[in-house]
C-alpha cells in the first residue's frame, strides 16, 4: 500500500510528488498517458501570469501572485527554461481605457509589483512591431514564459529519482473508500494508498464523483494556436495579450521559450475530453484577432498548429482541499489559468495539506537538484568538440532542424519515467519540433527505440496505445 496516490501526471500532480518526496513517504503518481504531461501541460501557451486579471479574494489570486516570483529558483534548480520577459496587455482605442484601469487597479489590489499604463509611443520603443489600432498597454515587468511540458517532465524525472513511482499507462476505472484507504481499479490492475490525491486535469470531476455526494463539473476548454519558425523571433519580446474577456485572456503573441512565435489561443467549451483537433475556422479566427496586435504577421512561416484543453471548473476558480465527505482525499480541480503560474505555490501548500495527515518523517536522501540532458544546439563549437570526444553519439545528428544528436535521444530513453515513444522523446530533446515537423527524424527514431529498449521495431508508438508507427518489416534487416 502506498502512502500517498496522486491521479495525474501533469504539471501539478508531477510538482505535488516532487514535494512529497521531501519526506519519508511512498508515493504513486497515476496517469493513463505514457508520459508526464500528455493532457493540458503539453499544450498550453506557456505564460507566466503577473497576476493582473484574477478576481483579488479567489485561489487563482492567491495562488498567483504566489507561484510567480517562485519560477527564477525553481527553473535553476531543476534546469527547465524560463524567461522574464514581461507582458503588455492592449487597448486598441481610448473607449478600452477604463478596461486598462481596471486590470492595474485589480493587479495593485493583488499585489503585483511594478505595474504601469505605457501610451503608445512610450510601446512603440519596445516593440516595433505592434499594430496601428495599437492605443496603450498595461505594462506587467514580472510575466514571463516557461516550456510547460518540460518544467512538467522536470519535476516527475526529479520526484521519480527521490522515490516516488510513476504508473503510467493506467487507466482509472473505479475507486473504492476502504477501512485503510482507498483501492484503485485501473486497467493494469489494483492500487491501493492511504490517501489520494486527484490531479487529473479535466477528468478531475469524474474522479471526484466516484467517491463525493459534493459533485463537481469540469467543462473541457479548447484553445488552438499555431507556432511559426524560429526566423521569426523578432516579432515581439515580450507577450502581448488583449483585454481579457468572459472566456478568458484572449489571443496572445508571445515569443517561447525556444525562440519560436506562439499565436492563440481560442476559447471553446467543447463536450469531448479528448478532443484536441484544430480547425480551419478557429484558426481564422485567432489570425483575425493577432492581426490586431503585430502588423505583417508572417503567416508563411507557419510550422505547425496544434490545440489544447483547458480543465474548466463551472464553480469558477480552483477547487483545492480536503474533499469534506471523503476522509483522505484532497481535491485539486479547476486548474485553468493560471494554473501553469500558480503551481509552485499549490505544490507546497498541497504537499502541506498530506504532511498535516501524516505527519511522515523528512526524507534526509532528498535531492532537489536535477540536471536536464546535455543540449548539443546550446554548445558552442569547442563544447560540441569535447561532447564529440567524450561521447561519439553527439556526432550523430537526428533531427537536423533543431540539432538533436542521438546522443540526447538516449539520454530521453534512460531517463527516469522509463519513455519509449517519439513524442515523449521529442518534449525532452525537441526531435520533431522543427522546421520539417519530424520529415527527417521520425523515420530514424525508431530503430533508435527499439536497440535501447529492446522491443520490436512494430511496437514503437507515437504517443502510446495503439499509435504504431510500423505494423511489419519487409526486410530481415529490420
Known amino acids: 500500500m502506498y502512502d500517498v496516490a496522486i491521479i495525474g501526471a501533469g504539471v501539478i500532480g508531477a510538482g505535488i510528488a516532487r514535494e512529497l518526496t521531501r519526506f519519508r513517504l511512498d508515493v504513486a503518481v497515476i496517469d493513463k498517458g505514457s508520459d508526464a504531461a500528455v493532457g493540458t501541460s503539453k499544450a498550453n501557451s506557456g505564460i507566466v501570469h503577473g497576476g493582473y486579471d484574477a478576481k483579488p479574494g479567489t485561489l487563482k489570486a492567491k495562488y498567483n501572485i504566489a507561484g510567480n516570483p517562485m519560477f527564477d529558483a525553481l527553473a535553476e534548480e531543476l534546469d527547465f527554461p ?34 504601469s499604463i505605457l501610451n503608445r509611443q512610450d510601446l512603440l520603443l519596445r516593440e516595433p512591431n505592434l499594430g496601428p489600432q495599437v492605443h496603450a498597454a498595461l505594462d506587467v515587468p514580472t510575466g514571463g514564459i516557461v516550456c510547460p511540458y518540460e518544467m512538467t517532465i522536470a519535476h516527475a524525472e526529479n520526484a521519480a529519482a527521490n522515490g516516488a513511482k510513476f504508473l503510467l499507462n ?124 503585430v502588423v505583417a504577421l508572417p503567416l508563411g512561416k507557419t510550422i505547425a498548429s496544434f490545440a489544447g484543453l483547458r480543465a474548466h471548473c463551472t464553480r469558477g476558480d480552483f477547487v483545492i482541499g480536503p474533499v469534506a465527505d471523503v476522509p483522505g482525499m484532497i481535491n485539486v480541480a479547476g486548474i485553468e489559468s493560471p494554473g501553469l503560474s500558480s503551481a509552485p505555490a499549490i505544490h507546497q501548500d498541497v504537499a502541506a495539506m498530506v504532511v498535516d495527515i501524516l505527519k511522515p518523517q ?117
Not at 492592449?90 to 509589483?113: D, I, Q, T, W
Not at 477528468?203 to 484553445?223: F, H, T, V
Not at 489571443?251 to 483537433?277: A, H, M, R, Y
Open 82 to 115: 524560463f524567461k522574464r520577459n514581461g507582458s503588455l496587455v492592449l487597448a486598441f482605442s481610448e473607449e478600452e481605457m477604463p478596461g486598462l484601469e481596471e486590470l492595474l487597479k485589480r493587479g495593485n489590489e493583488n499585489g503585483v509589483k511594478g505595474l
Open 170 to 293: 493506467h487507466f482509472v476505472e473505479s475507486i473504492t473508500r476502504t477501512a485503510d484507504g482507498f483501492r484503485i481499479n485501473t486497467s493494469q490492475g489494483v492500487i491501493e494508498s492511504r490517501l489520494l490525491v486527484n490531479a487529473a486535469g479535466v477528468y478531475a470531476d469524474a474522479i471526484n464523483n466516484m467517491l463525493s455526494e459534493d459533485k463537481l463539473e469540469i467543462i473541457p476548454r479548447r484553445g488552438e494556436y499555431f507556432l511559426m519558425d524560429r526566423t521569426e523571433s523578432g516579432l515581439v519580446s515580450h507577450t502581448v495579450f488583449q483585454l481579457p474577456g468572459k472566456m478568458g485572456k484572449g489571443v496572445l503573441v508571445t515569443p517561447s521559450v525556444d525562440g519560436n512565435i506562439l499565436v492563440g489561443p481560442t476559447s471553446e467549451d467543447i463536450p469531448d475530453k479528448e478532443n484536441v483537433d484544430t480547425t480551419r475556422d478557429g484558426l481564422m479566427l485567432i489570425t483575425e484577432m493577432a492581426l490586431r496586435d
Open 362 to 478: 523528512p526524507n534526509p536522501g532528498f535531492n532537489p537538484v536535477r540536471r536536464a540532458a546535455p543540449r548539443f544546439r546550446h554548445m558552442t563549437d569547442a563544447e560540441r568538440r569535447a561532447a564529440i570526444a567524450r561521447d561519439p553519439n553527439y556526432g550523430h545528428m537526428i533531427c537536423r532542424c533543431e540539432s538533436v544528436t542521438k546522443a540526447e535521444v538516449l539520454a530521453a530513453l534512460r531517463s527516469p519515467l522509463g519513455v519509449r515513444d517519439l513524442d515523449a522523446i521529442k518534449r525532452r530533446t525537441r526531435a520533431g519540433m522543427g522546421r520539417c515537423q519530424a520529415g527527417f527524424c521520425s523515420m530514424r527514431l525508431p530503430e533508435i527505440i527499439a536497440a535501447e529498449t529492446g522491443i520490436d521495431i512494430t511496437e514503437v508508438t507515437k504517443f502510446g496505445g495503439e499509435s504504431r508507427l510500423l505494423f511489419y518489416a519487409n526486410k530481415a534487416t529490420l
